[in-house]
């Protein structure tokens, strides 16, 4: 296993600057995910640390030799694709034992190995089938072994659950990050999807026009952000965002309850005009407005809140994040 | 009924539209072969309009005669290395013009001139170039040194006589061949290229594949269904041409060196006058032809796995 280090690392294709200046490093066995919209650098990143582009500016290192100059193969690097990219022509067994017979192993060796990583994945009965007689999840899977069967320093995952159905995809999402930690590898995952980056990363990137505006725990990233972009970007719903004094006062929908509800804490009260409720089973999103600002509020769904009344609403001092109007940027108060 | 209503039904502006292709198919396909079929098996000749069925012995004959052992040898030889040649060059461009570079756009209207050219006009440029005395090909040699002189690596002549000699004469006609078929060989291959994911490629870049390892068990085993298509179209085209033997050699030189079916069906038919063993020339290979058609055409069908 292996860490892996960006340093200054830009990269533009002419005017476009898809990744603009990145610095990050991942640990040896981490799980880094790195979050962003479409558009925000996160694949352009990954795939310089693949060897599929190649920087503008910077340095890439990967346990501790600067790879910049290194094609793929020689950087101890394995890729998950998006589309799993599976070759079509060859069984599940070859498509595992394609990287074992590029180093040259003994038949009797790849079939070892390719019993090992398709064990691990659970696959072991697909090996004689060809990726148009496999479901989508099981082609996930056999993109994975495939990546692990040479025990690669570093795995790349690039939006390797984005398509598989919701159901399928919270199941591997579980198993993925179990998996990760049995194997131990350094995992560097690209996601744009916000509750997939909260569940697997040991640490997230958040990225946005080619950089990281923060980076950290989930915890952090979803209760400290560092700017208004990561506070609303990482959250579904999104932070609310209401100007007041001069700065932009942010607090998470779930903290925003009815006054009545809440302890006599320090808390900040607001009037809303509910506009709709929306019923969810298990919880209830009330969406309303205070003043000019539209606010979004979670609860249970048991509360009863009418379309179109005024209600007394509250947020817990401690549960707001104050903002600079111009900047976007967390100001502590 | 109003004419415009017969033309909402389906069936009826089904076979308006397609009446035109058929017709040609018809009249100018289907007419001709079944007369050629009809000639092959009769005594029928430009002199003699008497029509009687002579059942195969036009080709009995045929078999038996030196010169249409020749030409069945010749386009052997023409047709495959002709391929084998096509092939092997259109995947080189196919390959190069799948990348970016300045002034591709020149290249790629360089590759596509051959094809645009009509197949006479561009043939008689090639009479020119590989003229037994002011060929251009022989002067460029004569200034490398390669040619005109005592100890030249290709001899002292001052000529290599291109259409002269007959093993030259039949590299000269394959080169010209390959270059008119070279066009749609690559259009094809770059066609299958350019749909083979992306993702797929670098996949195998990952892996560790090298350029040739990606070559042959990644790009060549996905291009198998269009690399048929193209061998089909290259085959046909090559077994059933006339007009680059003709233009360039008359399928000499003597006795026939560069003589292929098609030509000798022409010399036979059209400039002897015996339609009958001309038609039995022309359509010997028929079912041989077709039989190529259906296995290659099964083959790119199991082929294709997408």
Redesign the interface.
């Known amino acids: 296993m292996a860490s892996v280090e960006f340093k200054g690392l830009k990269k533009y294709f002419q005017d476009v600057h898809a990744v603009d200046g990145v610095d990050i490093e991942i640990k040896d066995g981490e799980f880094l995910v790195l979050l962003g919209p479409s558009g925000s650098g996160k694949t352009t990143l990954m795939r310089l640390c693949?060897?599929?582009e190649k920087p503008t500016e910077g340095e890439i290192i990967i346990d501790n030799n600067v790879v910049n100059d290194l094609?793929?193969?020689e950087r101890g690097?394995?890729?998950v694709?998006?589309?799993y990219?599976?070759?079509?022509?060859k069984t599940v067994f070859k498509n595992i034992a394609?990287?074992l017979i590029?180093?040259r192993l003994d038949k009797r060796e790849i079939r070892k190995k390719v019993e090992w990583a398709s064990g691990l994945l659970g696959i072991g009965h697909l090996l004689d089938r060809?990726?148009?007689q496999i479901s989508g999840g099981e082609k996930q899977r056999v993109a994975i072994a495939?990546a692990l069967v040479?025990k690669p320093k570093v795995l790349l995952m690039d939006e390797p659950l984005s398509n598989l159905d919701a159901k399928v995809r919270n199941s591997a999402r579980v198993e993925l990050k179990k998996f990760q930690k049995e194997i131990g590898v350094t995992t560097c995952y690209v996601t744009h999807d916000q509750a997939e980056a909260m569940g697997l990363g040991d640490r997230i990137a958040v990225m946005h026009e080619g950089r990281v505006r923060q980076i950290g725990i989930p915890e952090e990233i979803y209760h400290e952000p560092a700017d208004m972009f990561v506070a609303g970007f990482v959250g579904v719903p999104p932070m609310n965002f209401i100007d007041h004094d001069g700065v932009v006062m942010g607090f998470r929908p779930e903290a925003f309850l009815p006054a009545e509800l809440m302890n006599d804490e320090e808390l900040m009260k607001f009037r809303i005009t509910v506009e709709r409720a929306e019923n969810l089973g298990s919880y209830k999103l009330v969406y309303g407005a205070i003043g000019e600002a539209r606010v979004i509020a979670n609860l249970s769904p048991r509360y009863l809140i009418r379309d179109g009344e005024d209600y007394d609403f509250a947020v817990r001092a401690r549960d707001v994040r104050y903002f600079d109007k111009k900047s976007g940027k967390r100001i502590k108060k | 009924m109003k004419i415009k209503h017969l033309l909402e039904r389906e069936n009826v502006l089904a076979g308006l539209l397609l009446l035109p292709v058929v017709t040609y198919i018809v009249l100018f396909i289907g007419f001709p072969f079944v007369m050629s079929f009809l000639y092959s098996i009769s005594n029928v000749t430009i002199g003699n309009p008497e029509f009687k069925i002579v059942g195969m012995r036009n080709f009995v004959d045929l078999l038996e005669d030196n010169t249409f052992q020749q030409s069945l040898v010749n386009t052997f030889i023409f047709t495959s290395v002709s391929v084998g040649l096509v092939l092997i060059l259109a995947q080189v461009l196919a390959e190069l013009l799948m990348r970016e570079f300045k002034g591709k756009w020149l290249v790629r209207f360089l590759i596509m001139l051959p094809w645009t050219a009509p197949i006479a006009l561009g043939t008689i440029g090639f009479l020119w170039f590989m003229d037994s005395v002011f060929s251009p090909f022989d002067w460029l040699l004569r200034t490398m040194g390669l040619l005109g002189k005592p100890g030249a690596l290709l001899g002292a002549s001052s000529n290599l006589y291109w259409l002269g000699r007959p093993g030259l004469a039949m590299a000269s006609v394959i080169l010209v061949h390959v270059w008119r078929l070279l066009p749609l060989a690559t259009v094809i291959l770059l066609a299958g290229m350019n749909s083979i994911p992306k993702e797929i490629v670098e996949a195998a870049q990952v892996d560790g594949a090298g350029y040739f390892r990606r070559l042959f068990h990644i790009n060549l085993p996905l291009l198998l269904p269009v690399t048929a298509v193209t061998v089909l179209f290259s085959v046909f085209f090559t077994f059933t041409d006339m007009t680059v033997v003709w233009v360039l050699t008359k399928g000499g030189p003597p006795p026939h060196a560069t003589q292929v079916l098609a030509s000798l069906a022409f010399l036979k038919s059209i400039q002897g006058g015996d339609l009958a063993q001309g038609a039995a020339v022309a359509i010997f290979f028929f079912p041989v032809l077709a039989g190529i058609a259906a296995l290659v055409l099964r083959l790119a069908k199991k082929s294709v796995v997408t």
């Open positions: 693949a060897g599929l094609p793929p193969r690097i394995a890729m694709f998006q589309s990219a599976l070759y079509p022509h394609f990287p590029v180093e060809l990726p148009s495939r040479r």
